[in-house]
């Protein structure tokens, strides 16, 4: 056994000096931080209900969740032409299907893991200063963008189907 962990340690000494894996490196990283940040974020949300800041996460999500429930229902009627009937945070349609936005739709953790993983990864303040707001806003962009499109599947679903 102590030889295949031999084995493992000489290949990731390999990975890691080698110069030609210093791209996938990156890759690697990427995908071990974001992975790190998830689960964080799952457990803060889940086993410690974002303690210490409860209240103003309750806010963020409520006020997100409106943004995006508003932005997709004009998304959808404006854009896709879609008849829609709104009642609370819920979209009906004519062939009897609906979606209903929630805090999980809000977008908060996409745009927070965004925003991690740029302030970690190296690079010049003066271009984190814009990529982060202006990142944000296409995660909250592409957000409304993936509701609408969920929308419009289950809405040429149900035609297809009647």
């Not at 957000?143 to 929308?151: E, F, K, T």
């Amino acid at each position: 056994m102590s030889g295949s962990f031999k084995g493992f340690k000489d290949k990731a000494r390999a990975f890691k000096s080698r110069k030609q894996y210093r791209q996938l490196r990156g890759v690697v990283w990427f995908v071990v931080l974001t992975l790190v940040i998830h689960y964080s974020y799952r457990f803060w949300a889940n086993r410690l209900f974002y303690f210490p800041i409860q209240e103003m996460m309750s806010a963020i999500q409520q006020a997100m969740t409106g943004w995006v429930y508003h932005q997709s229902v004009w998304v959808n009627q404006h854009i896709l032409g879609i008849t829609t009937t709104v009642k609370e945070h819920s979209m009906f349609f004519l062939n009897g299907s609906g979606i209903s936005i929630n805090s999980s739709c809000s977008g908060d953790k996409q745009i927070l893991q965004f925003a991690i993983l740029m302030l970690i990864y190296p690079g010049p303040w003066k271009h984190k200063l814009w990529y982060i707001p202006m990142g944000m806003v296409l995660v909250h962009i592409t957000n409304i963008l993936g509701s609408a499109d969920y929308v419009r599947r289950i809405f040429v679903q149900n035609l297809a189907a009647e």
